[in-house]
Nanobody
Framework: QVRLVESGGGSVQAGGSLRLSCVASGDTAKSVCMGWFRQAPGKGREGVAAICTDGGRTYYDDAVKGRFTITQDTAKNMLYLQMNNLKPDDTAMYYC?????????????????????????WGQGTQVTVSS
């Protein structure tokens, strides 16, 4: 079992920045990839960014590429998401996720999808609201 707790959400104006944090505890040694996904009201879950144990490679959804940066401090079991140049379309609940599924050879899209399937571990989420 893995427990994930997010923090750092809030309300900002378009063009602003936020940094989300996630602290992991439990069976983190089995983690293959950790990342973030979001869900806006009335919409499905959307994988945003992931970082994997294969050399710390990172993967991003096209909608956030160049604006969001995912980093990890494995010594502290911390995961971060730096979000810059935020847009109103980024408004959503953001969740930290941890997948133990093997992802070797998968595309970036498939890896991001691995974060949102029920077999992944999820936190409770932190709300991000971007006003125009």
């Amino acid at each position: 079992q893995v427990r994930l707790v997010e923090s750092g959400g809030g309300s900002v104006q378009a063009g602003g920045s936020l940094r989300l944090s996630c602290v992991a505890s439990g069976d983190t040694a089995k983690s293959v990839c950790m990342g973030w996904f979001r869900q806006a009201p009335g919409k499905g879950r959307e994988g945003v960014a992931a970082i994997c144990t294969d050399g710390g490679r990172t993967y991003y959804d096209d909608a956030v590429k160049g604006r969001f940066t995912i980093t990890q401090d494995t010594a502290k079991n911390m995961l971060y998401l730096q979000m810059n140049n935020l847009k109103p379309d980024d408004t959503a609940m953001y969740y930290c996720a941890d997948t133990h599924l093997p992802v070797g050879g998968l595309s970036a899209a498939a890896i991001l999808t691995a974060l949102i399937v029920p077999s992944a571990y999820w936190g409770q989420g932190t709300q991000v609201t971007v006003s125009s």
